[in-house]
């Protein structure tokens, strides 16, 4: 009997020490996916840096190439500069940069403003909530907004009016 209660003190032992064991390397696998996920993140917020410390490059490319008057476009420096700016384009593209679609020159048809993909930075008489110009363009990276287009919106004149008509009131109310 003695042989019999020691058997089952090392099977209860055995068990112990196999769930202890499963627990372990479950930990161990779950460890090395919070590790693996955290370099990911690291890896993505690095790009996410470098693209956005680009930006600014990008916007003075293109707005040098903007400002060429066309007898310089065929100058073989200026191509050259239009290369690069492809090529720049090009690989940001690769690592997941997409332009933000606001700029009405393009495609003919205005754009709606969103306030989650474009800042308003000027109103004009237009459209109500129609994007009228681009200032700054903007871009996603990976679906997620790195930096929002800056955009000019149109307002109806009416609401001007009926503001200005509301303006002038409450100044003739103070002046009284």
Known sequence: MAKKKEQN?????????????????ADYQNLERRISEGRSELSSWASAELIKNLLPVLDHLEQALAGISENERQSGWVRGVELAVKELNDVLSREGLSQ????????????QFDPSLH??????????NMILEVVRKGYTLNGKVLRPAQVVVGRHSESDSVETSSDEQARMTEDN
């Open 9 to 25: 003190q090392l099977e209860q032992r055995f068990a112990e020490l196999e769930n202890q064991l499963k627990r372990a390397v």
């Open 100 to 111: 933000i679609a606001a700029d009405p020159a393009v495609g003919g048809t205005g754009f």
């Open 119 to 128: 800042e308003a930075v000027d109103t004009r008489e237009g459209t109500d």
